[in-house]
């Protein structure tokens, strides 16, 4: 279809929002993008990018700017607590950039404020919307209802326009806290450790080191209500000396960044008019590294079954169809590791590290097309055409 007719709401203004809106206007779309937060810049700690994810960034242009500024992870590995390898990356290892998440924050708001078919409204909260492709949103202490053919929920894990549509929406109970930092030292070890305490993962990024660990164990969740870093420290330095530099490097507790994981599967991504995309659709486990990198991929599949509809309807129903079941197994792969990552038990982690993960590196064969879900050449080739 031709999308200069089409004019779309976006709600949500982070990576896959923004990547949506970008693609869309580019294809020659009307764009609103309604974010709820006023100055939506600095936030978050690190992101992976997987080649999924970059091609996509890649092909609205932003891949110089992402080169500069995201460090190349050599060997995504999975090693123990003293640095033994447990899953070694597929060879050749897939390209991943880890980057700041207020640095792809900000390369998306300025090439979104450069695209003149987008008009973004930051400090707009939407508060409902209709199936019919009305949207009524706070802005300023004021309400103001909007209205569009098309409304994209990339509003994350908690959308408003998931609940205001029929979706058969999960959203299973919140799992293990992560807690995640960036701290000015360069301290990383460039791996994901599975240790006695949970995972532990350390990663370059510009001007210093993203660090993520969970905080799942009886001790960690001990020391987080009760705010005391010194005791998350001294769990860390326990179950994975090298924490101990990253960990020290952390100020104040509320340096830290707290998330629970929150799954979300939806039977349906359409419902009339709206539709989903990223965490609203499909917030997963965090262990493969694919949340922000298949909210890129919806964005971009979006336009490509909405260039080769015939309508508006069957544009909706191509993506759902193309994304859902690819999502689905990401989702439940990422789950599966997690899983297997959280041992704590002292037997059941030796039943993993000398049994299963022998075996099943040896059996498993390369996951990757089915971890990126669409060749990224397909995906550089949307965004460009
Ligand atoms: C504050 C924050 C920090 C994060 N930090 C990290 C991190 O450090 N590392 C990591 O790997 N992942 C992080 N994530 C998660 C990761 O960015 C997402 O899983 C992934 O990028 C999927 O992106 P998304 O665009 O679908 O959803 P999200 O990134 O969750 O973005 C949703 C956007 O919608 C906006 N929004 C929500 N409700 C409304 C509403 N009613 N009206 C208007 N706007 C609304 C939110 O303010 C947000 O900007 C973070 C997410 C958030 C929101």
Not at 107 to 134: H, K, S, T
């Amino acid at each position: 279809m031709n999308l200069s007719q089409l004019h779309v709401l976006v709600v949500g203004g982070a990576t896959g929002g923004a990547a949506t809106a970008l693609l869309l206007a580019r294809a020659g779309a009307r764009v609103t993008l309604l974010e709820k937060v006023a100055q939506p810049r600095a936030v978050g700690a690190g992101i992976a990018l997987a080649e999924n994810g970059l091609a996509v960034l890649e092909s609205i242009g932003l891949g110089p700017a992402i080169a500069a500024s995201g460090r190349a992870v050599d060997a995504p590995a999975v090693v123990d607590a003293r640095g033994r390898m447990m899953l070694a990356p597929p060879r050749p290892a897939p390209r991943v950039r880890m980057l700041r998440r207020s640095a792809l924050q900000g390369l998306l708001l300025d090439a979104l404020a450069a695209e003149p078919r987008v008009e973004r409204q930051f400090g707009a909260e939407v508060i409902g919307a209709e199936r019919d492709g009305r949207v009524l949103a706070r802005i300023d202490g004021r309400t103001v209802e909007h209205r569009a053919d098309l409304v994209v929920g990339a509003d994350g894990v908690h959308s408003r326009i998931r609940s205001a549509g029929r979706f058969g929406a999960r959203v299973r109970p919140p799992g293990i806290p992560y807690l995640r930092a960036l701290v000015e030292v360069d301290a990383a070890q460039g791996v994901e450790a599975w240790t006695g305490a949970g995972i532990f993962g350390s990663f370059a990024v510009d001007g210093g080191t993203y660090f993520f660990a969970s905080a799942g164990t009886r001790a960690c969740r001990r020391a987080v209500a009760e705010r005391d870093l010194d005791g998350l420290r001294q769990v860390w330095a326990r179950a994975y000396p090298a924490s101990v530099p990253l960990l020290a490097a952390v100020r104040r507790f509320d340096d830290l960044i707290f998330n629970r994981v929150t799954r979300v599967d939806c039977q349906q991504w359409v419902d009339d008019r709206l539709v989903l995309l990223g965490d609203a659709a499909h917030a997963m486990a965090p262990n493969l590294g694919q949340g922000a990198n298949s909210a890129l991929v919806d964005a971009a599949v979006l336009l490509d079954e909405l260039r080769r509809a015939g309508t508006l309807a069957a544009g909706l129903d191509a993506y759902q169809q193309r994304r859902r079941p690819a999502v689905h197994k990401v989702a439940r792969a990422a789950a599966g590791l997690g899983a297997l990552a959280e041992l704590t038990n002292p037997v059941a982690r030796w039943l993993r590290d000398r049994l299963l993960l022998p075996v099943a590196t040896r059996l498993g064969g390369d996951a990757t097309p089915v971890v990126m879900q669409e060749l990224p050449a397909t995906l550089l080739a949307i965004g460009r055409a």
